[in-house]
Every structure is written in structure tokens, then in C-alpha cells.
């Protein structure tokens, strides 16, 4: 075995710390706003009114109009929470993956070899197509992302030689 397996064990870890905090505080966020959303009560319904005049004609048609106006922005939060939870749980399986990749590479383990092999082979993919379809000073991300999928992924096979 050669020291750069470590390298790229650690950058396994690095990887998995980079999508994991932020994608658990995410899950939190979504799990408490939606607890609160789930123990909110009913909004209140309003009787008619017998015989309104004008006035309160028109202080009923604001008053709906404004209840529509605020029910389609609640409509549009409870989306986004339910999205930035969702994010959130794929974000962190990816970094448990990332993770136990990076164990089982320090454990010299050969499905570890075989998933980081696929997990950089994805990120090269990934890189090289962003690689074509950007200009030039952002063009610099993702040839770094893509240099360092081929380095990892030459370790990876000079490490493990039969």
C-alpha cells in the first residue's frame, strides 16, 4: 500500500464533514418547522355577517383578498421546507456514503476501492461536463474538481496493485 491511500481516505472525510453538517442543520430545520406547522391550529372561520352594508363589504373582499395573498406565500414556504428537507436527507446519505468510503479505505477494504472508485468516476463525469459548459474564470472550479477526481482515482488504482 502506498501513504496517498490516506490522503484520499481523509479527503473522504473532509468531503463527508462539507455535506454533512450543513445538510443535518438543514434536516433539523425542516423537522422543527414542520412539527410547528403540524401543531398550528386552524385558521378561524368567519360567519357572515347579517345584513352589511357597504363598508363592511369592502373590509370583507380586502380581508380575502389579503388571506389569498398570504395563503399562496404559506403555500410556497411549506414547498421550499419540504424541498430543503428533502435536500437535506439525500445530502446526508451521500455524506454517510462519503464517510464509511473513507473508513473502509483506511481499513484497506475492497468495496471501499470499488465505491470510491465510482463516487470519483462520478465526480470527474460531473466535472468534465461543467468543464465544457462554463466560460473561462469560473472554468477553474471544476478542472480543479476533475484534477483532483484523476488524482484520487490514480491512487486509488497504483494503491491496491496485485
Known amino acids: 500500500m502506498i501513504p496517498q491511500i490516506s490522503y ?9 464533514a ?10 433539523i430545520f425542516s423537522i422543527v418547522f414542520g412539527i410547528r406547522l403540524w401543531l398550528m ?12 352594508d357597504a363598508i363592511i363589504m369592502m373590509l ?6 389579503i388571506g389569498m395573498g398570504a395563503g399562496f406565500f404559506s403555500g410556497v414556504g411549506k414547498v421550499m421546507v419540504g424541498v430543503i428537507g428533502t435536500v437535506s436527507i ?4 451521500f455524506a454517510v456514503t462519503f464517510f464509511y468510503t473513507g473508513r473502509g479505505l483506511q481499513a484497506h477494504s475492497g468495496w471501499a476501492r470499488g465505491m470510491a472508485g465510482v463516487l470519483l468516476a462520478g465526480l470527474l463525469i460531473i466535472s468534465l461536463f461543467a468543464l ?5 474564470p469560473i472554468r477553474l472550479l471544476p478542472a480543479a474538481f476533475a484534477a483532483t477526481a484523476v488524482y484520487g482515482l490514480w ?3 497504483r ?4
Open 8 to 16: 484520499v481516505a481523509n479527503a473522504f472525510y473532509v468531503v463527508a
Open 18 to 27: 462539507m455535506l454533512g453538517l450543513p445538510s443535518l442543520l438543514g434536516m
Open 41 to 52: 391550529p386552524a385558521p378561524p372561520t368567519n360567519a357572515p355577517v347579517k345584513n352589511p
Open 60 to 65: 370583507e373582499g380586502i380581508t380575502r383578498a
Open 90 to 93: 439525500v445530502t446526508l446519505i
Open 132 to 136: 465544457l459548459s462554463m466560460r473561462m
Open 155 to 157: 491512487t486509488l488504482w
Open 159 to 162: 494503491g491496491y496493485a496485485v
